[in-house]
């Protein structure tokens, strides 16, 4: 059973930073792809950064200088560096892992800026 937890979310005002992080029940090794998305109050759930395997990192245009997703393999977390957040990052953030064309997600973790 593939399982995601997320951590690190909380209250920050803006210009400030936060690491998320997202251990995995599995080797890293075994999914295609690993990323973090986002769902804001009564918006859809948004890509905010994915790293394929074997292929170059994704990010939202919001977010590119911003944020940074990165992965230690060894401890079989991905982790998602924000940094100069705004208030609009605010949001539910979420970690995905990719395998066998099936998408599982974490259970999320909120963010609030306040400017």
């Known amino acids: 059973q593939v399982q995601l937890q997320e951590s690190g979310g909380g209250l920050v005002q803006a210009g400030g930073s936060l690491r998320l992080s997202c251990v995995v029940s599995?080797?890293?090794?075994?999914?295609?792809?690993m990323g973090w998305y986002r769902q804001a109050p009564g918006r859809q759930r948004e890509l905010v950064a994915r790293t394929p395997r074997g292929f170059s990192t994704d990010y939202a245009d919001s977010v590119k200088g911003r944020f940074t997703i990165s992965r230690d393999s060894a401890k079989r977390t991905v982790y998602l560096q924000m940094n100069s957040l705004k208030p609009e990052d605010t949001a539910v953030y979420y970690c995905?892992?990719?395998?066998?064309?099936?998408?599982?997600w974490g259970q999320g973790t909120q963010v609030t800026v306040s400017s």
């Open positions: 995905a892992a990719d395998m066998n064309g099936y998408t599982y």
């Open positions: 599995r080797s890293i090794f075994n999914y295609d792809a």
